[in-house]
């Protein structure tokens, strides 16, 4: 139970005071009638007594009665309903109390802490005590009880009456024809001889002062002085201006039973208005106001009922009045008490030997004879037998109630309790629960510690009222007692059982104020029941909804939610949410209904779907009328949630796929998933490309360009869009809820801020950006792409997303959708706040939850820049290995500014070359096959050697992957296009490669903030098998030409092994060989050496080819070429081939680079030529060097939707040194994996070198007769002439040993070597200088004919000035046998 | 057999609650919140009276009750805080939990 504004003691004794009834002559009614108050209305203010009286009891011992109030009221005859249940009007105007008494505003709510919970609470509960106060008093009088009877009469007559006494006379009848005819039931009187006391009133402003005097001199005579009083007021005149105010005393006693009238009287006057927000609960609110005088007048309809109440009073009148009631009370009433008490109980002591034994006796004999009256048939008797109104128990009752008016408690107990035990040994239930109930409070009243309080009495009264005598109002006000006693003793729990036991189904009103109480008992116990207390609210709450006492009810849910808010409950807190939702909406507070209904629609809601989708409809419901309501911008909307880290932004109109035949550059959409590789990769072309532009730096503060960004991306800077280029920002929604919503109309909310330092007239920014809708319908989770297009430059920065919500159910058709949409949409607004990704990097970061910024929204529009369009056309999608291609490819400037620097990078550089500079025409040969080579206008034999040079290089060598793209005077203007020519090369690898172009361009002004552009380009090329082409090189064994243009003693043997490996089986044909060209500083394909002199090389399928070709040495130059046959040779030296060649071998090269610089440890294999006399391993490497690089052209014929094409392409060999074989199929990597994985550290490389290398320094050929005839029979030695022709072959200067004696330890030379011998010198020692060549003689001794080896010889070299080297025999050349014959 | 059964934290939010049938469930709910007053009484009485005993059942809160339902719930709800994946406060979602408590609950349909 609350606190209440009174103390227990006040609350009980206020409960039963003293009645005083009033009759008024119709003169003394108009007199207080100029007051606009009525005689006991005039008195009330008054009727508490601020100074003691006594009273003598029985034993004459002196009683104080302390702060006495009675209660003045005029008598009335109506007819009053059963006294057990209230008449509607009585529980109308308790609602209307209850209802107009409302916590205040801001009132004190204190704060209740316990446990974890933090309450606020509003402690009082003035409503409650509002109620009790007129429920106590609208307690209609009962024959059981003589507390609320009339103790006395007030008689008033005016003293502008003609005969006042005449008058007197005639009220004094009136009230004893009340009492005593019979005629009346209802007001009932205490005692049969009630006191009359006269009081003549008289108008000070009208009257004659002296004719009352004497009227009253009259009285005194007759009625004695302790019986009259004459009482004087209004000694103000009615039209007397209120120039002092007066406070007024009734407005807290009077307004309550004025109430009613003002407020239709206000509802009428109100409704001629336009229904504006303002409900009838806050014209209650404003009512109270206009009723106290104070207040504002100018309230229509109000104000003449406030006004003018007590207006004729001066302060001396109420002096007078509180004067009057205090001579009244003491000098007439109590004196009356006193003597009635004396009687009763003179009565009772002389009967009561007698009566109790008489009583009980006649009980006895007449047992069966009382209980007719007991039966059902009449209604009071429902509570037991009816006693007469003399009956001796009654007297003792009535003695006791005298007893505890005038605050006697202690024999009021006494009596109480003698009365209790009659009635209840006389099964008179209602009686005995009344005097069980009075014994109670009576012996609470006593106080002091003298008797227990009997706790029990009060639940057996209240049971027996309610049980026995279905009287609810008594049980009622039984509880009500007993509930603040039992609080007052701290006994909250048996309080809150009590209160809760009251609630019934018949009155919500009843049970909603006692469920309140029974939850602050709760809240108020010792350990406070928090839970409890919350769920009595909401169930109080749930009644006062139905009792209509809405604000009531608004209040109890609001203040259980505190309880039950955050803590999980979800489905209760939902249950609140909803309830809260509703009460706010209907009492007018749309935004606090919003509110509510915005927490039911969270995140992780566990109710059903069709419960979501009810409280969907009536968060929208209720949104759309708020807004209606009051229009105050755009409301935030809970749903749908936005996953605010997945929004992404884009820069940039999007990329238009194809056009025709033209193929656009892919560049970068949303559609595509970011991958962090995949960027790096294009930052790092960006960032070659970068370089490229500023001469091989890269500018310090270098960014990739960023065209999407999304969280992963580096959102810290803010991003740079151009002006008059769309935004397109992807907003990410997901619905939390298990029913779909639709949204429409979605647009982006931004702010914009022109640069002052920019150069455009700053103008008023006008509405310039448009959104535009993209998404409506949403399930799950949803992106919606809006679009922004900026006209101005400057700062903007994107705020959220507006847009319009409506529930949208499935099985609705187009047509009532759209109906049903048009009703509950509502426009509202959702914030983007992006969170940069969470910081880690410090100590304190790691500690907290911090996030970095991220601004990916706050976007710098720059003035326009040049937008290039790249387009493709005839771009194949699938390749043969090798083969060449000629596609075209267009540039186009969209933008406003003309674009320069145009470059490309690529992540395959020698996929693709755009030509030379100066492009030779095309014959017209090669025009008409479509190839994409050129050839020699002039047929050359098939067969021979076309040699050429070409001096190339400078071109090539700044390769780096980036390439100039040549147009035409460097710039491209708005509007401009451009198509060049584009040769595409298959890749050699079969398979499937991803190749990335990157086009940089440059705005044509400079010093811009963005400094350049991109595009990026994604091709996917199908490479096919084509030709698998091997080369070797060996030298030739051959002596050394003599020939003019040999110098030395070289000529090397190129082996040319080509294998159709295509596996395609429709279409592919035949693979021909078109032309074999070679290229290197040294070497040139010198011969072509078939063997059966067929030109026409063509190969099918799995067929193989070898070609043989002999290589001279030439002057160092560039690039030689040799070309193999055709029908016409072809310019390998001019665009497509040439570049495809260079660029294939700079992509060789960066590959070896890649891996020396990835293996790291790798020996350095290039070194300068001084250094390779000091370097053994360097001597030999140069000498075997070969460095020749085969190009194989080829044409392949393909059958393709019957149609034969003719492909065309070519296949390089890097041969690098002599004896090893080289292919044109990449080797696959997978060594430099291994390295990774090899824990042993690396062999130390070998002292002594290995023979292969070391073995070829020395070339060493035998010239001799083949057949030598000899006549054994006359000389039995046949000496044969041998010349040996040692030639070197290195750059170096080559010490040579040179043994010729038999090694007799071999095996195989016995057949041969024992039978012939060198003869002379058998061991040389030579030193050859670099190139030289040597020829020793010799002579070998043959003994007999036969076939003789003479190869025997062995030879040593190594290079000069190595002491520290041994030798190393050189390579045996083939055997070289000699025929001796016999002759 | 019960109709309603839950798990409340010590912070007394509800870790667990199921109940049979759904129009009830908030009434269920708010039942089950509204009894952790009387919870707390009988913990508050219980930590006085018995000192460290290790008895955990409370004893009735209405007089119908199985003793051994408990048991089995508490060993159920032991194994679920066993669970090394389980974070302390989290709601169960275990479905060895749910079918212990799908067990004890009053077979409707």
Redesign the interface.
Known sequence: MAQCVQSVQEFLQDSFVPMVAVLCSKEADRVSRKNKLSFPELLRPFCRLLSEGHIRDPNNQLQTVKNLRICVNAVTTNPVSSPAVLSPAQYRQLGEVVSSCQPLEGAAATSFKT??YNLNLSVTTPWFEAYRENFLQSMPASEHEFLNHYLACLLVVSSTEAVPVEQFLKLSQEQHRIQHSGEYTHPRWFIPNTLKYYVLLHDLSEGDEQRAETVYEDMKQRYGSQGCYLLKINSRAVSAEEDEQIPDPWSQYLHKNNLRYQVSLVIGSLSLRPPAGISIQSLFWFLNDACSPTSRTDTEGVAPVAVGRGSCLTLNDHDRIRQFVQEFTFRGLLPHIEKNIRQLNDQLVSRKGLSRSLFTATKKWFGGGKAPEKGMSEPKSACGLLYPPEAPELQIRKMADLCFLVQHYELAYSCYHTAKKDFLSDQALLYAAGALEMAAVSAFLQGGGARPYPAHYMDTAIQKYRDDCRNMVLAERCALLSAEILKNQGKYSEAATLLIKMTSEDSDLRSALLLEQAAHC?INMR?P????F??HM?LAGHRFSKAGQRKHALRCYSQAMQV?KD???S??ED?INFTIGRQSFTLGQPESAVTAFRQILNDDSKQ?ATQQAAFLREYLYVHKLAQCLMPRGLPQLPLPCILSAATRVYFGHEPRLAQGEKQAATHVSLDQEYDPELSAMWSRLEEQLVAAANRGIVPVGFQPTQCCLNSQTDNLRQPLAVLNEPIIVEVTFRNPLKVSLALSELSLLWRFSPHVSSLSIREPVSEQLTGEVIGNEETLTTPARLKLLPHRTGQLSIVGVTYNLSSSSSETTEGTFKHYSMELVVRGRQDLNIQGPRLNQTKEEKMSVRHGTDRRLDAIITPPMPLMEVFFLHFPSALLCGEIRKAYVEFCNVGAVALCGLRVASTHPEFFTFGCNNPTPSSPASAEHGSAYKTFAATVQPGSVVSEVEVCAQDFSQLSGVLEIPIDGGTLHPGQSIQLPLWLRGPDQEGVHEINFLFYYESTEKGLKVSHRVLRHTVFICASRSLSVQASACRSTAPPQRSADSIGCDGTLVFVDVENVNTSEGGMREFHIVQVSSSSQRWRLHKYINPDKDNDCKLSSREKAKLCFRATPCVPLPGRYCSLSGCAPIISSSTPCRDFFFRCCRGLELQQEDKTSRTGSKNKTVSTPDNCTSDPAAIAKKCNELDLTIIVIWKAFVVEDSKQLILEGQLHVALQTIGKEATSLMPKEEAQEMVLLKFKSDLPPPVALPSPEMSQLIKTNLHYPETFSHGFLQDSLCMVPVTLTLSNCCSAPIEVLIDLRHRSTSAESLEFHSLFSWVGQSQYKLLLRPHEVLSLALRACFFRAGVYNLNTARVFAKPAQQSSMSESNQQAASPALIIINST | MAVCIAVIAK????LYIRSVA?QN??KF??TV?????VV??KI?SVGKALGDQRELYLGLLYPTEDYKMFRKLHNSFTDVMCNPFYNPGD?IQSKAFNGVVSGMMVQTG
């Open positions: 446990g974890d709760f350990s029941m928090v839970r409890k919350a769920f909401i039950y803590r999980g409950w489905l209760a249950h059903t | 912070e007394n939010y509800p759904t469930e908030l709910h708010y919140h509204t009894s952790l007053d707390e009484e508050s709601p």
